[in-house]
C-alpha cells in the first residue's frame, strides 16, 4: 500500500466532507416566513388515519370552533407553570402547553439576554406546543377539542403542586388531565374520562407535540435535528425533509409504531421536546406526521402523537385513564441519565446525538465533564483530556512517527528511482519493493496505528460539538463561549480596524485561534516526509490554509483542541525524530569503533 496516497485519499475526503458542510450552511433556505395570524387560528386540519379503524390522534369533530368563527370570544384563561428550571403557562383553550422558556439558559451571554424559549403560541411567528385530548370513537359523543374552554382547579403548576383540567360534555362525561411537574423539565399528564351516563362510550386519549413551522436547523453532517425516539429499543431518527418525503407516500404519516415503553418527539442542538408512557410496560402508539397547509414553507407543519392502540371503552360509572409524560428542555447528559435510571425510559441519553461511536462518545464526556468539575474551566478540561489521550496513543504513535521518519529519510532514493524508470512503472514499483526490504521498511507499517486513532479523536471532536455543557462556557483571555466561533478577526487586525469583514463574506472570518490552528498543522506537515508525488505534494502544502479557512467559523472550543492536539503531536513527533537521529549516531560512532 503507497502510504502517501492512502493519507491523501483520507485528507481529499476529510475535505470533501468539510467543503459540503460549509456549502450546505451558505446555501441553507431561509427561515421560514410566519404564517398569517388567520392560518394560525385554524383548527388542526384532519389527517387521514394510517389504521383502519382506528381514529386519528388530534382530530376531532369541531363544535366550540365553530361557534367561535361567528361569536367574539374572551381572551384564553391560562395557569402559570412555576418551576426552578422552567416558567411559561398553560392555555385552557384547547389544553396546551403553549408558552414555556428555560429559566437557567439565556440566548446570549448578555446578563439581559432573553431566556431561551421552547414553547410559543399558535399566533406567533414560531407556534410550537405539546397538547392533550380525545378522539371520539362512539357516534355521538362530544369531546374536547382545540377550541375547548377547560377549568382549572389548582395553580400555578409548581412541583409537588399539581393542577387539574375540567370539562363536562353535558351528556354524561367528564374529561380531566392532571398535570404535576417536577423540579427539572418533566410534566405528567394523567388523562381521565368519567363516564356517569347510561351507555358505554368509547375515546382515543392521545398526546401530542407539534410544530406549526419549520425550524432552522444547525445543518451539520454530524448532528441530527428533527423527528427522533427510542421505539421498542431502537433509535428512529428522521430529519424535517425525510419526513416530508416520506409523508407524501404515506398519507402524511412519516413513521407509525406500537411501542411499549419508549419517548419520541423533536430534537434540536441543544434542546428536545418528547412524548412517553408513564411506565416502561404501557404500549402505545406512536407516529410521526408532517403536513402542509396552504403550500409553501410556511404551511409546513409537523406532529409527533402517541396514543392507545385501540379505542377505550369506559363503562357507566366506571373511569378510563392514559397516563403519559412530557419532557420539555434541555439535552443535559447527567439529567437524562438520572430519567432514564429512576424513570426507566429506554435510552433516553440517545437524544443526544452521539452517533455511531456511542460506546466512545459518551465515555469521552463524562470524562471530560469529570475533569472540569475538577478544573473549574472546560477549556482546561480540553486540554488535560487530549494529552491523555495522546498518552494512551503514544506507542501507535510513535511506531506510526518511526514509520514516517524512515521514509522520510528514503525519500531522495525513491525519487531517484522514479525519475530513473519514469518510463517503466512497473520496473518502478518492483526497485521500490526491493528497496523496501534492503533497508528493512514496511511504508504501510504507519498507516494502520493512524487509522486506529481516527476513530478515538472524531469521538472527542463529536463530545465537544453535540453536548450542551460547553455552551456559554468560558476559556481565557478574549474567548468568553467555546460553543461559540472565536470573535476576533485577522481582516480587521483583531479588532483595530472598525468594522467587520464577515458581513461582506462569512470566508473573510479569520479568528486568532484559527490562524494559530493553521501555523500548528503546516508545523506538522513540515515534519513529515513529503509525497513522492508533485500533484500530492502540492494538495498536502495547500492543506492547512484550506483547512484553515473552512474551519475558522467552527465553535472556539472544538478549534482550540485540534490547535492543542497538532500541538502536542509537534511535540511527539519532534521528539521520536530527534531519539531517532541520535541512535542513528550512536551506531554510526558503534559502527566507526568496530
Known amino acids: 500500500m503507497d502510504q502517501k496516497r492512502l493519507f491523501a485519499a483520507i485528507a481529499?475526503?476529510?475535505?470533501?466532507?468539510?467543503?459540503?458542510?460549509?456549502?450546505?450552511?451558505?446555501?441553507?433556505?431561509?427561515?421560514?416566513?410566519?404564517?398569517?395570524?388567520?392560518?394560525?387560528?385554524?383548527?388542526?386540519?384532519?389527517?387521514?388515519?394510517?389504521?383502519?379503524?382506528?381514529?386519528?390522534?388530534?382530530?376531532?369533530?369541531?363544535?366550540?370552533?365553530?361557534?367561535?368563527?361567528?361569536?367574539?370570544?374572551?381572551?384564553?384563561?391560562?395557569?402559570?407553570?412555576?418551576?426552578?428550571?422552567?416558567?411559561?403557562?398553560?392555555?385552557?383553550?384547547?389544553?396546551?402547553?403553549?408558552?414555556?422558556?428555560?429559566?437557567?439558559?439565556?440566548?446570549?451571554?448578555?446578563?439581559?439576554?432573553?431566556?431561551?424559549?421552547?414553547?410559543?403560541?399558535?399566533?406567533?411567528?414560531?407556534?410550537?406546543?405539546?397538547?392533550?385530548?380525545?378522539?371520539?370513537?362512539?357516534?355521538?359523543?362530544?369531546?374536547?377539542?382545540?377550541?375547548?374552554?377547560?377549568?382549572?382547579?389548582?395553580?400555578p403548576l409548581a412541583p409537588n403542586h399539581p393542577v387539574t383540567l375540567s370539562w363536562d360534555n353535558g351528556q354524561g362525561q367528564v374529561f380531566q388531565i392532571v398535570l404535576s411537574i417536577d423540579d427539572q423539565y418533566m410534566i405528567t399528564a394523567d388523562q381521565r374520562v368519567q363516564n356517569n351516563g347510561a351507555e358505554p362510550v368509547s375515546v382515543l386519549p392521545w398526546t401530542r407535540i407539534r410544530r406549526e413551522h419549520t425550524p432552522t436547523t444547525a445543518g451539520f453532517y454530524i448532528l441530527h435535528e428533527g423527528f427522533?425516539?427510542?421505539?421498542?429499543?431502537?433509535l428512529h431518527e428522521v430529519t424535517y425533509s425525510g419526513a416530508k418525503s416520506e409523508a407524501e407516500r404515506r398519507a402524511g404519516v412519516a413513521l407509525e409504531q406500537e411501542t411499549t415503553g419508549g419517548w419520541a418527539g423533536f430534537t434540536d442542538k441543544y434542546w428536545l421536546s418528547?412524548?412517553?408512557?408513564?411506565?416502561?410496560?404501557?404500549?402505545?402508539?406512536?407516529?410521526?406526521?408532517?403536513?402542509?397547509?396552504?403550500?409553501?414553507?410556511?404551511?409546513?407543519?409537523?406532529?409527533?402523537?402517541?396514543?392507545?392502540?385501540?379505542?377505550?371503552?369506559?363503562?357507566?360509572?366506571?373511569?378510563?385513564?392514559?397516563?403519559?409524560?412530557?419532557?420539555?428542555?434541555?439535552?443535559?447528559?447527567?439529567?437524562?441519565?438520572?430519567?432514564?435510571?429512576?424513570l426507566r425510559i429506554a435510552d433516553f441519553d440517545k437524544a443526544i446525538d452521539f452517533g455511531w461511536f456511542y460506546f466512545l462518545v459518551k465515555p469521552f464526556f463524562l470524562a471530560l465533564d469529570w475533569i472540569?468539575?475538577?478544573?473549574?474551566?472546560?477549556?482546561?478540561?480540553?486540554?488535560?483530556?487530549?494529552?491523555?489521550?495522546?498518552?494512551?496513543?503514544?506507542?501507535?504513535?510513535?511506531k506510526a512517527y518511526h514509520s514516517m521518519a524512515r521514509m522520510k529519510a528514503l525519500a531522495p532514493k525513491m525519487t531517484e528511482i522514479r525519475e530513473r524508470y519514469k518510463d517503466d512503472p512497473q520496473k518502478a514499483q518492483?526497485?521500490?519493493?526491493?528497496?523496501?526490504r534492503s533497508e528493512k521498511v514496511n511504508p504501510a507499517s504507519g498507516c494502520l496505528p493512524i487509522l486506529i486513532q481516527i476513530p478515538v479523536f472524531f469521538a472527542l471532536y463529536k463530545a465537544l460539538f453535540v453536548t450542551i455543557e460547553m455552551r456559554h462556557q468560558p476559556f481565557f483571555g478574549w474567548i468568553h463561549d467555546l460553543s461559540a466561533p472565536d470573535p476576533t478577526n485577522l481582516f480587521n487586525l483583531f479588532g483595530l480596524l472598525p468594522f467587520d469583514p464577515a458581513v461582506w463574506s462569512h470566508w473573510l472570518h479569520m479568528p486568532a485561534w484559527a490562524v494559530i490552528m493553521g501555523i500548528t498543522m503546516w508545523v506538522q506537515q513540515k515534519l513529515n516526509p513529503a509525497p513522492p508525488d508533485p500533484i500530492q505534494a502540492?494538495?498536502?502544502?495547500?492543506?492547512?490554509?484550506?483547512?484553515?479557512?473552512?474551519?475558522?467559523?467552527?465553535?472556539?472550543?472544538?478549534?482550540?483542541?485540534?490547535?492543542?492536539?497538532?500541538?502536542?503531536?509537534?511535540?511527539?513527533?519532534?521528539?521520536?525524530?530527534?531519539?531517532?537521529?541520535?541512535?542513528?549516531?550512536i551506531a554510526k560512532t558503534v559502527g566507526k569503533a568496530k
Do not use: C
Open 12 to 155: 481529499l475526503s476529510i475535505g470533501i466532507m468539510l467543503l459540503f458542510d460549509v456549502y450546505n450552511r451558505a446555501n441553507r433556505p431561509p427561515a421560514p416566513l410566519p404564517p398569517t395570524p388567520a392560518a394560525q387560528q385554524q383548527a388542526v386540519p384532519a389527517v387521514p388515519a394510517p389504521t383502519a379503524g382506528v381514529p386519528t390522534p388530534g382530530v376531532t369533530a369541531p363544535s366550540q370552533g365553530e361557534a367561535a368563527a361567528t361569536t367574539p370570544r374572551a381572551p384564553a384563561a391560562r395557569v402559570q407553570i412555576e418551576s426552578p428550571r422552567v416558567a411559561g403557562s398553560i392555555n385552557l383553550r384547547g389544553a396546551r402547553v403553549d408558552d414555556l422558556v428555560f429559566t437557567t439558559y439565556r440566548e446570549t451571554l448578555a446578563p439581559n439576554s432573553p431566556l431561551v424559549r421552547l414553547f410559543d403560541q399558535r399566533n406567533s411567528a414560531n407556534p410550537y406546543f405539546a397538547q392533550w385530548g380525545w378522539t371520539a370513537a362512539s357516534p355521538g359523543v362530544r369531546v374536547p377539542d382545540s377550541e375547548t374552554d377547560w377549568t382549572a382547579t389548582g395553580g
Open 228 to 234: 427522533t425516539g427510542v421505539l421498542n429499543g431502537r
Open 274 to 342: 418528547a412524548i412517553m408512557p408513564a411506565s416502561p410496560d404501557q404500549t402505545l402508539r406512536a407516529t410521526y406526521r408532517a403536513a402542509n397547509e396552504g403550500g409553501g414553507t410556511a404551511g409546513e407543519r409537523w406532529q409527533v402523537d402517541m396514543a392507545t392502540p385501540q379505542p377505550l371503552t369506559i363503562a357507566p360509572g366506571a373511569t378510563g385513564q392514559m397516563e403519559t409524560r412530557l419532557f420539555a428542555g434541555a439535552k443535559e447528559v447527567h439529567l437524562l441519565d438520572s430519567y432514564m435510571e429512576r
Open 372 to 398: 472540569f468539575r475538577l478544573t473549574g474551566n472546560f477549556g482546561v478540561a480540553i486540554l488535560i483530556f487530549t494529552v491523555l489521550i495522546k498518552a494512551a496513543f503514544f506507542p501507535l504513535a510513535n
Open 430 to 436: 518492483q526497485e521500490m519493493m526491493a528497496l523496501y
Open 538 to 585: 502540492k494538495i498536502f502544502q495547500w492543506m492547512p490554509i484550506l483547512f484553515t479557512f473552512m474551519l475558522a467559523s467552527f465553535p472556539a472550543g472544538l478549534i482550540i483542541y485540534w490547535a492543542w492536539n497538532n500541538t502536542l503531536s509537534v511535540a511527539q513527533q519532534y521528539y521520536i525524530m530527534r531519539h531517532d537521529r541520535a541512535a542513528a549516531r
